[in-house]
């Protein structure tokens, strides 16, 4: 009787401490892949708006000579309000997409310098 | 006098002519060969190889434009267009930008799957493959070779020997001008008027300027306004000093497109008698 219930107790104690390792590798393990993080890796949804507004902004610089003045400008606003949430993103991301926005932004002002100009 | 000492004289005398001249030799300037047709257009980036250990890389320019549009690697992937001003890293080529951003492993080029560029934890054995890129000095074999590629493209007498433009016409080469995943996909541009500019010298012939051709493979901000500032005709003035130095048509016409020495390529129309 007392055997049994010494072996019992080792048994439990024996299965806690494989399912703490067991958990506590599996923790470890996500940890380890997980991290450091891609920024390839795919982002949440709420992360890549600023990406579907990037690709909406700067995905229309081929019009930008067909675009009114009051387009252009909202589309330069638009430029602007993307540089903050561009400016927050992991190193490589930020270098890319802030070269990009800077080529497409100064397309659309400089399209409007010109327009402006030739109203005058 | 006995022989060492002689030789001993000989080698101070060599050393203090070389020492002397060249200097002078620099201040005078010495002219840069002229590149041949693989090298031209070839960047070497050292921004941070040697640094960690590595030859800096050699970068053809040639196999990538025969691949894509200059746009989808100027402006979609974010290539500078100055050598070395991109400020590349192995971890943003690792992450899939920049040389990553095709050089990832997955990414299937005309039926190739492009080598992987950088990664986050190379070990010994991708030492191979790191010198595929880091080739600066070393003897590494290319994938492509530059006789066997050119040899059916039509020719041209400067540059890297070949009519890029007629090779496209011909369909011999066929640049991309979508990267999926990193380009956006955009309307079908406008066909863009060519114009003629007029050259200061009088007997100078007309430059017809190709804006079809620069838009199709440029796009409008490569080019707008970083490197041309003005964009109705004849309220900008150019001169062929800042194009020398690598202003408006320089930053391209001197490195990577056919170079200035092929005057009539843009000084194109007949002088009227």
């Not at chain 2, 012939?205 to 804006?211: C, K, L």
Request: with cysteine; hydrophobic share 35%; glycine share 6%.
């Amino acid at each position: 009787m007392f055997f049994t219930t010494k072996f019992k107790t080792k048994f439990k104690l024996t299965i806690i401490t494989v399912l703490l390792f067991l958990g506590l590798a599996v923790f470890c393990g996500v940890r380890a892949m997980g991290a450091p993080q891609s920024s390839a890796a795919p982002a949440s949804p709420a992360q890549e708006t600023w990406r579907k507004e990037f690709d909406d902004v700067c995905g229309k610089t081929q019009d930008a000579m067909s675009f009114s003045p009051e387009e252009l400008t909202d589309l330069i606003r638009r430029c602007d309000s993307l540089r903050p949430q561009i400016e927050k993103l992991d190193e490589s991301r930020k270098k890319v997409y802030l070269g990009r926005l800077r080529m497409c932004r100064g397309l659309y002002a400089y399209v409007l310098d010109e327009k402006n100009k030739e109203k005058k | 006098m006995n022989k060492v000492t002689m030789n001993k004289i000989i080698f101070v005398v060599l050393a203090v002519m070389l020492a002397v001249c060249g200097p002078a030799s620099s201040q005078t300037g010495i002219k840069k060969r002229r590149p041949l047709p693989y090298e031209y257009g070839r960047v070497i980036i050292r921004n941070y190889s040697e640094k960690a250990g590595l030859a800096p890389v050699v970068f053809e320019h040639w196999i990538h434009r025969s691949k894509f549009t200059c746009r989808v690697c100027h402006v979609d992937v974010g290539f500078a267009m100055k050598a070395g001003a991109t400020d590349i890293t192995a971890a943003d080529n690792a992450h899939g930008y920049y040389c990553g951003a095709c050089h990832n492993g997955k990414r299937v080029v005309d039926g190739k799957t492009v080598f992987q560029s950088c990664s986050d934890h190379a070990t010994a054995e991708d030492t191979k493959r790191c010198e595929r890129c880091h080739s600066y000095g070393l003897k590494v074999a290319s994938d492509y070779d530059f006789f066997e590629f050119s040899e059916p493209l039509p020719k041209q007498r400067f540059g890297n020997g070949l009519d890029w433009e007629k090779a496209e016409e011909l369909g011999l080469i066929k640049p991309s001008a979508l990267l999926e995943g990193v380009s956006i996909k955009r309307n079908p541009l406008v066909v863009q008027k060519d114009f003629m500019l007029n050259p200061k010298v009088a007997g100078m012939p007309d430059i017809i300027f190709s804006h079809t051709k620069h838009t199709v493979w440029n796009g409008c901000e490569l080019c707008h306004p970083e490197i041309f500032v003005g964009v109705k005709k004849g309220t900008s003035h150019y001169s062929m000093v800042e194009i020398t130095e690598g202003k408006s048509c320089g930053v391209c016409h001197t490195t990577v497109a056919f170079p200035l020495a092929d005057c009539q390529r843009c000084h194109s129309k007949p002088v009227e008698p």
